[in-house]
């Protein structure tokens, strides 16, 4: 089987998951759908402007660092978790709670 097959069929799979209502998938699903079309309409609400994101693999984790610029000063923010998925549900989770840590980025994308 080619990596394109296998790869498909697990998204079909998925798929299967939402369509059986699993709660879990349909939440992982819908941040991952926020997160592709309306992570900059999101952090527009808390006063943000979008810049950027990275996602780096590191074994056993990945570490996301997303860029935003807020009142013309540009922040940064780093969420580790196991995945990538887990990494934008965590980032999510910590932004409705108020608890995401902005800091100033000293290395800002201009």
């Known amino acids: 089987m080619d990596l394109e097959t296998k790869y498909e069929q697990k998204v079909w799979s998925l798929m299967d998951n ?3 209502k699993d709660k879990s998938r349909i939440e ?3 941040d991952l759908l ?9 952090l527009s609400q808390f006063g943000m ?9 590191r ?6 660092t997303i860029k935003v610029v807020e009142g013309g000063v540009p922040l940064v923010a780093f ?3 196991a995945s990538t998925l887990g990494c934008i549900e965590q980032m999510f989770d910590l932004l409705w709670s108020n608890r995401l840590k902005w800091q100033k980025d000293k290395y800002p994308w201009n």
Do not use: K, N
Request: hydrophobic share 40%; proline share 3%.
């Open 34 to 42: 926020l997160w592709g079309h309306y992570v900059q309409d999101v």
């Open 59 to 64: 074994p056993g984790s990945t570490v996301l």
């Open 79 to 81: 969420i580790t978790a």
């Open 18 to 20: 939402l369509e059986g």
């Open 49 to 57: 402007g979008y810049q950027g994101a990275v996602f780096r693999q």
């Open 28 to 30: 992982q699903t819908f």
